[in-house]
């Protein structure tokens, strides 16, 4: 059978054009980095190789070398990047250069969308840097074979015009190589000086040689002859093993790029070697922008390393969840080499190792809040609501964890910390008060706040889902208790005339309390008068074991099953609308108004918690019932109010269902 009858051809999924549409398009800017991403590859495919050998002596069989070979071929207008490495079979060639199952190119595109970048510099950080051959070059050809005795070559290859093919293909060898004819404009990639320039600026620290295939002139006169060799042009040494003052920062930042497929470079980095009952060494990153998959599960942990080999791309019992963010290496001396996930569970050396790599990256982020709070401010925005989550889940690290933490608040725009917070609270203030919304914007004017306000207290805007949790966590921080503007024991202090004044506001409230108590039994638990409340009629506040009320609807949202817990609701006696209620109950005892009125009220305090109204049909018809009423009796084009008569109040009957 001819090679012709065995071709196989195979169109892109629809996502795989995009994405080659946008890479051939020029949106990236920095188009040597595809030598970067697909020497990374390369060392993936022998990290790989290393590993399973571990188990499988015999994938070594053949060619021992772990290495990369760079080949220029200036006649044919050619570069092959080639390993001998782990391999791929036929069906891997398909799936992983052909299809989304696992390049994240459709979530690549759609952040693409979302910032309309022209220059995006994401290839890699997506997982697609294959692609990034289609910047230098317009034809790609890729020979791989897979590790093993009875392994088959097969060929890839792909103009990116829509769809690749698949043939049988000669390798003696297992590995795999990739061929890309350049385009004309990009035949610099091709000198030897450029190639080594690249591998120095992005490379240096691979931890396998990189060998450059150069041109060598020997004898002299008619005796002189050129012949090719290959020539390590890398360090080839693993560079969280070097002395930290043989690295330079533009080596922590390259090689965290080649790490983490990021183009930007860390926010910071901390590198550590440990010595005692466990041997270890740590190179830990802080990303500046998060990930795609920041929320996904399966995509936390560090490398992790044994004796310089690798033993897992993302090792989650390194870090707790709420550090998934972090990116780096660790590289025990104490773990087996064929250690499992099980034993990783179990290891009292993992545990150790991570408690003081978590410890690490809380000392980084401390450095970096204090050095550099412009940097730490771009890292909270990113991971502050990640960080948090340890607050609710790891009390062993809550006092670390609450100096750390940064919220906006009544005081000014921009971010506070709680020791700052601290540091200006009043005098005779017993509390850090916050209050619990879905934006700013939505608790700014809270009603729960206003008696806050009016004594000068800083109030904290909480505004992330997971901070309902976090709170009840940290619960105090410098011995000042953490509490709710929307609970109900709000707690203030009071002076004695306050608190007579109170004692008569609860009085006055009078017949009107027990008519709010049987209109809303179905509704709230309790009815009484409020001293958090100068300006509003009303408010909802939150009883004790309760949750506010944006956590509870987010959580009905994600299908969660909540019940609604029976709220408390607070009364301003001294509101005109309340004591206007209040005359009319003693006038009328039985008026259908303040049933209208009191629903209405509810429906009012259950919109400034951040609830939803039970019928908001009912509630739109009642504001246009009052609304109609006020502008009846307002003077408007040259008509006036007649005498005695009164803008709309209480009295104003409103439509009944």
């Given at each position: ?10 169109k892109?999924?629809a996502?795989i054009n995009?994405l080659?549409?946008?890479?051939i ?7 040597e980095?595809?030598?970067?991403e697909?020497?990374?590859?390369a ?18 069989e053949?060619?021992s ?6 080949i220029?071929?200036?006649e ?10 782990i391999g ?26 979302q ?6 510099n994401?290839?890699g ?5 294959f692609?990034s ?9 890729v020979?791989s074979?897979?590790a093993?005795?009875e392994s088959q ?11 690749f ?5 000669e ?5 795999t ?8 404009d990009q ?9 080594r ?6 490379s ?9 295939q150069?041109?060598?002139t ?19 040494s693993a560079l969280?093993?070097?002395s ?10 390259e090689?965290?790029?080649h790490?983490?497929h ?9 590198h ?13 990153f802080?990303?500046k922008?998060p990930?795609?998959d920041?929320?996904?599960a399966q995509?936390?942990?560090v490398?992790?390393f044994?004796?310089r ?10 870090l707790?969840?709420?550090l ?5 290496v660790?590289d ?6 064929n250690?499992?996930r099980?034993l ?12 003081h790599v978590t410890?690490?990256?809380l000392?980084?982020?401390e450095k970096?809040?204090k050095?550099k709070p ?7 925005k990113?991971?502050g ?8 889940v790891d009390?062993e690290?809550?006092?670390?964890l609450?100096t ?6 009544s005081r ?9 917070y601290?540091s200006?609270?009043?005098e005779?203030?017993k509390?850090?008060?916050?209050v619990?919304g879905e934006?700013?914007?939505a608790?700014?004017d809270?009603p ?6 009016k004594?000068?207290?800083e ?6 889902p ?7 966590g ?11 503007a ?6 203030l202090?009071?002076t ?8 008569q506001?609860?009085k006055?409230?009078?017949?009107l309390a027990?008519r ?7 509704h709230?638990?309790e ?9 509003s009629?009303c408010?909802?506040v939150?009883p004790e074991?309760?949750?506010h ?5 987010l959580?009905r949202?994600r ?5 609604r817990v029976?709220?408390?609701?607070e009364?301003n006696?001294?509101?005109p609308?309340?004591?206007h ?8 005892p039985?008026s259908p ?6 629903e209405?009220?509810?429906d009012?305090?259950?919109l400034t918690?951040?609830s ?6 009912r509630f ?7 609304m109609t009423?006020?502008?009846a ?12 008569a009164?803008a709309?109040g209480p009295e104003t ?5």
């Amino acid at each position: 059978m001819s090679v012709d009858t065995q071709r196989e051809t195979h169109k892109f999924q629809a996502e795989i054009n995009q994405l080659l549409n946008l890479v051939i398009n020029s949106l990236y800017s920095h188009k040597e980095i595809f030598l970067r991403e697909l020497v990374s590859n390369a060392s993936d495919a022998l990290d790989k190789l290393r590993f399973r050998s571990v188990t499988e002596p015999e994938l070594l069989e053949g060619a021992s070398e772990l290495e990369i070979r760079l080949i220029p071929d200036a006649e044919k207008g050619t570069l092959t990047i080639e390993d001998t490495g782990i391999g791929m079979t036929r069906d891997e060639l398909v799936k992983n250069l052909g299809t989304i199952a696992h390049s994240g190119s459709r979530e690549f595109l759609e952040l693409v969308a979302q910032r309309g970048q022209k220059d995006v510099n994401l290839i890699g950080q997506f997982g697609v840097g294959f692609y990034s051959a289609y910047l230098v070059a317009d034809q790609v050809e890729v020979v791989s074979r897979a590790a093993g005795k009875e392994s088959q070559a097969w060929k890839w290859a792909s103009d990116a015009k829509g769809s690749f093919t698949v043939e049988p293909a000669e390798r003696t060898t297992r590995g795999t190589s990739i061929t890309l004819h350049l385009k004309e404009d990009q035949k610099e990639f091709l000198q030897e000086w450029r190639l080594r320039e690249l591998v120095k600026q992005y490379s240096d620290y691979v931890n396998h040689p990189i060998k450059l295939q150069v041109k060598k002139t020997t004898g002299e006169g008619d005796a002189q002859k050129t012949e090719t060799a290959l020539e390590v042009v890398n360090k080839a040494s693993a560079l969280w093993q070097r002395s930290k003052s043989e690295i330079t920062d533009e080596q922590y930042q390259e090689f965290y790029k080649h790490l983490s497929h990021d183009w930007e470079p860390p926010l910071a980095w901390a590198h550590f070697r440990t010595e005692g009952n466990q041997v270890f060494t740590g190179l830990l990153f802080l990303p500046k922008n998060p990930p795609f998959d920041l929320n996904a599960a399966q995509q936390r942990g560090v490398r992790l390393f044994v004796k310089r080999v690798l033993i897992m791309d993302r090792c989650e019992e390194m870090l707790p969840q709420w550090l998934r963010f972090v990116r780096g290496v660790v590289d025990s001396d104490d773990l087996p080499l064929n250690v499992s996930r099980e034993l990783l569970q179990d290891s009292a050396v993992v545990q150790a190792i991570r408690k003081h790599v978590t410890k690490k990256t809380l000392d980084m982020l401390e450095k970096l809040a204090k050095d550099k709070p412009e940097d730490y401010r771009t890292f909270w925005k990113s991971f502050g609501t990640v960080l948090k989550e340890g607050l609710a889940v790891d009390t062993e690290y809550r006092e670390k964890l609450g100096t750390l933490v940064r919220y906006e608040s009544s005081r000014e725009e921009g971010l506070t910390s709680l020791a700052d917070y601290v540091s200006r609270m009043k005098e005779g203030q017993k509390a850090i008060y916050y209050v619990f919304g879905e934006s700013r914007k939505a608790v700014v004017d809270s009603p729960h706040l206003e008696t806050l306000k009016k004594r000068g207290y800083e109030v904290l805007y909480m505004t992330d889902p997971v901070d309902e949790w976090a709170t009840q966590g940290l619960r105090d921080f410098q011995d000042k208790p953490l509490v709710s503007a929307m609970h109900a024991d709000l707690k203030l202090e009071e002076t004695e005339e306050e608190k007579r004044e109170k004692e008569q506001r609860a009085k006055g409230l009078g017949p009107l309390a027990d008519r709010m108590k049987e209109v809303l039994k179905e509704h709230v638990r309790e009815v009484r008068v409020s001293d958090r409340l100068t300006d509003s009629p009303c408010c909802l506040v939150v009883p004790e074991g309760g949750s506010h009320a944006f956590v509870e609807r987010l959580l009905r949202e994600r299908g969660r099953s909540v019940p609604r817990v029976k709220r408390i609701l607070e009364v301003n006696p001294s509101h005109p609308i309340v004591e206007h209620l209040k005359a009319l109950q003693e006038k009328e005892p039985a008026s259908p108004q303040v049933t209208e009125w009191v629903e209405m009220l509810y429906d009012q305090a259950l919109l400034t918690e951040g609830s939803s109204v039970e019928d908001p049909n009912r509630f739109a018809r009642r504001m246009t019932a009052l609304m109609t009423e006020l502008a009846a009796h307002s003077p408007v084009k040259g008509t006036h109010t007649p005498a005695g008569a009164v803008a709309a109040g209480p009295e104003t009957p409103l439509p009944r269902n």
